[in-house]
C-alpha cells in the first residue's frame, strides 16, 4: 500500500503541468469562439460580452485554469460547451464507443502479439522467428489508414468477414476489424519486444542453472523465462491502453465509428475548446492510472522494485 500510494503522489504534479500545459495550448489556438458561434450574424456587444464573462474568457490563463481545475476536482465537472452543454453529457454515449475500441485492440495486441513474440523467441534464427520480423516491419512502415482502408475494403466487402461500419451489431462483432486495425502497429511492437525479451532471457545464467538441475522445459520457460520477459512488455501494453483511447481518431473516421475521437475532431473544427480540454484530461487520468498499474504489476513481477 506505501508503495502504490508514493506512486500515486508522484502522479499528482504530472498530472497538474500535462494539464496546465495542454489547457494552455488549446486557448493559445487563433480566432474567438465566441465569434464563431454566430457564424455570419454579427452579434451585438452586450451578448458578446455576457458570454465571454459566463466562460471566463477575459480572465488571466492562470485564473481560467484554477476554476477549471477546481470544477474537475471537486464536483467532477468538465465544463461546458459554447452551447451550453455540458462536456461529460456530450462524451457519455460516446466514450462507450472509444472504451470498447482500445479494449478490441489492446486485447488483440495482448494475445496476438505476446504469443508471436514468444514463438519467434523460442524459434530464434528459424522460419517463424524470420516471418514474424518481416510481418511486423510492414505493418510498421504502413500508416494505419492504408490498413484501414484495405481491411475495410478485403475482409469486410470482398469476403464479407467483418462489418464495414458502424455499430449496430454491438461488442465485440462491430469492434472487431477496427479493433485489430487500430491494435496493428502496437501488436507489431509488442512482438517484437517481446522477442528481443525472450532470446535475452533464454541466455540468462538463472536459466541455465534450471535446465542443468533437470528442470522440465516448459517449466523453465513459463516460469522464468517469460516471468521476467514480460517485464517491458507489460510497460509497452500500460501507456499503450492510453495511446490507443487517444489515437483512434483515423480509425474512428475510416469505420465510422461515433466515439471521442470523431468527436474531438469535430470539435477543433468548431473551437469548441471545452471539449478538447476535457477529453484530454479524461485521457491524462488514464495514462497515469495505467502507469500506476503497471508499476504495481512490476511489483508483482519483480519484488526487488518495492524497495526501491
Do not use: C
Amino acid at each position: 500500500m506505501r508503495y502504490a500510494a508514493v506512486r500515486l503522489l508522484q502522479a499528482v504534479p504530472v498530472f497538474v503541468a500535462t494539464t496546465f500545459l495542454i489547457y494552455t495550448m488549446v486557448w493559445a489556438l487563433p480566432g474567438d469562439p465566441i465569434l464563431a458561434l454566430a457564424g455570419d450574424k454579427p452579434l451585438p456587444e452586450n451578448v458578446l460580452q455576457a458570454l465571454r464573462d459566463h466562460y471566463h474568457l477575459n480572465d488571466p490563463l492562470i485564473v481560467q485554469y484554477g476554476l477549471y481545475m477546481a470544477g474537475v476536482f471537486l464536483r467532477g465537472d468538465l465544463g461546458e460547451t459554447f452551447t451550453g452543454q455540458p462536456v461529460s453529457q456530450l462524451l457519455q454515449d460516446r466514450w462507450g464507443v472509444t472504451a470498447q475500441l482500445a479494449l478490441t485492440a489492446w486485447i488483440f495486441e495482448l494475445v496476438v502479439g505476446i504469443g508471436l513474440g514468444v514463438l519467434a523467441g523460442l524459434r530464434r534464427g528459424k522460419l517463424a522467428d524470420t516471418a514474424v520480423l518481416a510481418g511486423t516491419t510492414f505493418v510498421i512502415a504502413v500508416p494505419v489508414f492504408v490498413v484501414g482502408y484495405t481491411a475495410q475494403i478485403v475482409l469486410g466487402l470482398n469476403l464479407g468477414l467483418f462489418p464495414t461500419a458502424g455499430t449496430d451489431q454491438g461488442w465485440p462483432v462491430s469492434y472487431l476489424l477496427p479493433g485489430m486495425v487500430l491494435g496493428s502497429f502496437g501488436l507489431a511492437y509488442v512482438a517484437r519486444l517481446t522477442r528481443t525479451s525472450v532470446v535475452e532471457n533464454l541466455r540468462a545464467d538463472y536459466v541455465r542453472t534450471a535446465t542443468a538441475k533437470g528442470m522440465r522445459r516448459s517449466r523453465v520457460i513459463g516460469r522464468h523465462t517469460l516471468r521476467n520477459s514480460l517485464i517491458p512488455v507489460v510497460t509497452y501494453l500500460g501507456v499503450d491502453f492510453g495511446n490507443l483511447m487517444a489515437g483512434a481518431v483515423v480509425t474512428e473516421g475510416i469505420f465510422n465509428l461515433p466515439g471521442i475521437g470523431q468527436q474531438v475532431f469535430q470539435s477543433i473544427q468548431l473551437q469548441e475548446g471545452p471539449v478538447v480540454v476535457g477529453v484530454t484530461t479524461l485521457l491524462v487520468m488514464i495514462f497515469i492510472l495505467a502507469n500506476l498499474l503497471v508499476d504495481l504489476l512490476y511489483g508483482v513481477l519483480d519484488p526487488r522494485t518495492r524497495r526501491g
